[in-house]
């Protein structure tokens, strides 16, 4: 799986006169928008629900298993009783999904060190840009 993209998606809802709508919902239950890929069977997304709330959708840990490059469908998921005639559905540009830019990032604290003297260190590999962990990394013949 690929980390989250590094821009994340935001999306903004306008009524008929082009005015933002603040919120779809309430504040309890905002609705939902939902990402998924249009024609690609090699490819999923993760991160794909984010609430509409505060004039926006803000996704935060949306991302796709797989590079290449994609066009991404994003809909409301309206709740039972709306009706269904809204206009709830925009395809993205094309955007490209690459490898992830590996960093490491120390996972605990080191005690103070003296020259030349022995410590170690432990660390986490993430997406340098996202600073999110990348899992199941398959290290051959590494020291």
């Known amino acids: 799986m690929q980390s989250a993209c590094h821009v994340q998606p935001v999306l903004v809802a306008y009524d008929t006169s082009g005015n933002i709508i603040e919120k779809l919902g309430s504040n309890d239950q905002p609705w939902p928008v939902v990402a998924s890929i249009l024609g690609s069977s090699n490819a999923s997304v993760h991160g794909v629900i984010a609430n509409y709330s505060d004039e926006q959708t803000q996704f935060s840990t949306f991302g796709a298993t797989a590079t290449d490059s994609y066009q991404i469908r994003f809909a409301f998921i309206l709740p039972r009783g709306v009706n269904r005639q809204i206009k709830g559905k925009k395809n993205s540009p094309t955007v490209s999904v690459t490898d992830p830019i590996l960093d490491a990032m120390q996972n605990d604290d080191i005690s103070v060190v003296s020259k030349n003297e022995t410590f170690n260190l432990?660390?986490?590999?993430?997406?340098?840009?996202?600073?999110?962990?990348i899992a199941n990394i398959q290290w051959i013949n590494f020291t």
Not at 122 to 131: A, P
Request: net charge positive.
């Open 122 to 133: 432990t660390v986490i590999i993430v997406d340098k840009i996202s600073k999110i962990k």
